[in-house]
C-alpha cells in the first residue's frame, strides 16, 4: 500500500473485553514499531520488530499486552481484559532500515468504557 | 540510560516570527537522530533524518542541527506560519539495538495571529 494502514480507526470496548488492534505497514519495511500516546503526552514505546530477530518488547506496560508480526508483514497488537488506562491512541510505524524515516499510520483510539 | 530530553515543554509564537526547539539526549552508541512534526490527531511525520557526520540539514523553512559531539540538537523554523502549530519531536536512533527509535516528549508549539 501507499502507506502504514492500521484498523481500526477507532475502537470503544467494555472495561475487561478483549481487543486487537492492526497494522499493515509499507510493503518492504522491515522494522516495525507500536506506540501508545495517552492525551495530552508523548509517545510511549511499545514493541519493536526487526526483520526476522526477536522483538523487542521492552515497552510492553503489562502481561495483558502481546503483539505478533507473521514475517514482514501485517502486526497485531493484542490487549487482554482492557482497562480504562489502557484508553490512548496506539499508533504503529514502519521503515525499511534503521537510517531511514519511519511512516507512522494514523493510529487507533481505543476508548475503554 | 538512553533518553531524549526536549525543552522547551510548550511555546507560543506570534506569526512570522523564528523560533529554536532544543533537544539533548544520552542515546549510545548513536545511529541518527530525526526530528518529526505531529498535528493534532494524526500520526507524526519525519521532516529531518541526521547522522553522526551531519551538522546541519534543512527542509523548506526548518533547519536543524545536531552536535553529536555535545549530543545536543536544535530545530529552528524560521518566519512560522499558523500551519506551523503543532508538537515537534525529537527522536534518536540506538546503533545496537536495531536502529530503536527512542522519542522525546515533544514540545508543543503554538504559532499565533
Known amino acids: 500500500g501507499a502507506g502504514v494502514s492500521q484498523s481500526p480507526s477507532n475502537k470503544v470496548t467494555e472495561k475487561g473485553k478483549d481487543v486487537e488492534l492492526r497494522c499493515d505497514p509499507i510493503?518492504?519495511?522491515?522494522?516495525l514499531y507500536w506506540y501508545r500516546q495517552r492525551l495530552g503526552q508523548g509517545l510511549e514505546f511499545l514493541i519493536y520488530?526487526?526483520?526476522?530477530?526477536?522483538?523487542?518488547k521492552s515497552g510492553l506496560p503489562s502481561d495483558r499486552f502481546s503483539a505478533e508480526r507473521t514475517g514482514e508483514s501485517v502486526s497485531t497488537l493484542t490487549i487482554q481484559r482492557t482497562q480504562q488506562e489502557d484508553s490512548a491512541v496506539y499508533l504503529c510505524?514502519?521503515?525499511?532500515?534503521?537510517?531511514?524515516?519511519?511512516?507512522f499510520g494514523q493510529g487507533t483510539r481505543l476508548t475503554v468504557v | 540510560k538512553n533518553q531524549v530530553e526536549q525543552s522547551p515543554q510548550s511555546l507560543i509564537i506570534l506569526e512570522g516570527k523564528n523560533c529554536t526547539l532544543q533537544?539533548?539526549?544520552?542515546?549510545?552508541?548513536?545511529?541518527?537522530l530525526r526530528w518529526y512534526k505531529q498535528d493534532t490527531g494524526r500520526g507524526p511525520v519525519s521532516l529531518t533524518i541526521?547522522?553522526?557526520?551531519?551538522n546541519t540539514k534543512s527542509n523548506g523553512r526548518y533547519t536543524a542541527t545536531l552536535d553529536a559531539d555535545t549530543k545536543q540538537s536544535s530545530l529552528h523554523i524560521t518566519a512560522s506560519q499558523l500551519s506551523d502549530s503543532a508538537s515537534y519531536i525529537c527522536?534518536?536512533?540506538?546503533?545496537?539495538?536495531?536502529?530503536?527509535?527512542?522519542f522525546g516528549q515533544g514540545t508543543e508549539l503554538s504559532v499565533k495571529p
Open positions: 541526521m547522522t553522526f557526520s551531519e
Open positions: 520488530f526487526q526483520g526476522n530477530s526477536a522483538p523487542d
Open positions: 527522536v534518536v536512533s540506538n546503533l545496537n539495538q536495531g536502529g530503536k527509535l527512542i
Open positions: 510493503s518492504g519495511h522491515t522494522a
Open positions: 510505524a514502519s521503515s525499511s532500515d534503521r537510517n531511514t524515516e519511519a511512516f
Open positions: 533537544c539533548n539526549y544520552t542515546v549510545s552508541p548513536f545511529s541518527n
